[in-house]
């Protein structure tokens, strides 16, 4: 018979909500695979950002000038323009286009990261503030990517912000001593060392370890963004500093430890 410690199937259901998600990635790509060319484009249609939907109301004309540059220089036709745009607003966009990818190739890149990093804040968040998270950077990452592109067609697909917002806040506790990367961590399936106190914003900033992997990271996004083309299209790097901006920064929003420790009172003197 097999002893299973309590504390490794701690561990491993730690880490559900980043499979579940892997899982419906696939899903969503495998019923695309099943649906033709035309229903296909329209179901991406409805589910993938657009920037430019969301300036029409605000600019119509500069809009349609946009969309007939596109169709006229061939980058897309008159009827995929017009179903891009579609008749109003599709306010449910900047979370679904994260449900979407150009292939399988796109899906195994993500989990992978996504299994990486997203597993490490799922532990320290829970499940269900993880899943907040998830979707909150990938608001923050189509944000980010309309800021830079508020006339842009190009349909804008995958859930890279989100893992973006992750490996962000992962910086945020993965270094400091005790933590997974940091100094004095031994054991590997230790659901404590995923939630050690987080140092302050300021010294994260200046800690070695914290800041050589903002830069890395940083440097290497933006190097893959400007000159690496994924499938059809290129990688929407601004998508992926606002998902990470936001996981860095709105941190302690989520973050159960430190909610605790604010919280913590100051001992009597009685």
Not at 129 to 146: C, D, K, N, S
Not at 198 to 213: I, K, S
Not at 240 to 257: E, K, M, V
Request: glycine share 8%; proline share 6%.
């Amino acid at each position: 018979m097999t002893h299973h410690d309590p504390a490794d199937r701690a561990f491993s259901r730690s880490s559900y909500p980043v499979l579940a998600i892997v899982v419906l990635l696939v899903a969503v790509h495998l019923f695309r695979m099943a649906l033709d060319e035309a229903t296909d484009f329209r179901f991406l249609a409805d589910l993938a950002f657009v920037p430019a939907q969301f300036t029409m109301p605000l600019d119509r004309e500069g809009v349609l000038r946009a969309a007939s540059q596109a169709v006229a220089q061939g980058d897309m036709q008159s009827s995929e323009a017009a179903l891009l745009l579609g008749d109003g607003i599709r306010w449910w966009t900047p979370v679904t286009y994260a449900l979407l990818h150009g292939g399988f190739a796109h899906i195994a890149l993500n989990s992978v990261w996504l299994l990486a990093f997203g597993a490490a804040v799922c532990r320290r968040f829970g499940s269900l503030r993880f899943v907040v998270f998830f979707i909150i950077t990938a608001v923050a990452g189509a944000l980010a990517h309309y800021i830079v592109h508020p006339y842009g067609l190009a349909p804008v697909i995958g859930a890279s912000a989100a893992i973006s917002g992750a490996m962000g806040a992962a910086v945020r506790f993965a270094f400091t001593p005790g933590a997974p990367l940091g100094p004095g961590f031994s054991r590997a399936r230790d659901l404590d060392a995923y939630r050690q106190p987080a140092p302050a914003l300021r010294e994260v900033l200046t800690e070695r370890r914290a800041m050589t992997f903002l830069i890395f990271w940083f440097v290497l996004n933006l190097l893959f963004g400007v000159y690496t083309p994924v499938g059809d299209g290129a990688i929407a790097w601004e998508a992926h500093i606002g998902g990470f901006l936001a996981g860095f920064l709105l941190f302690n929003l989520f973050d159960p430890t430190h909610r605790r420790h604010r919280a913590k009172p100051a001992e009597s003197g009685y």
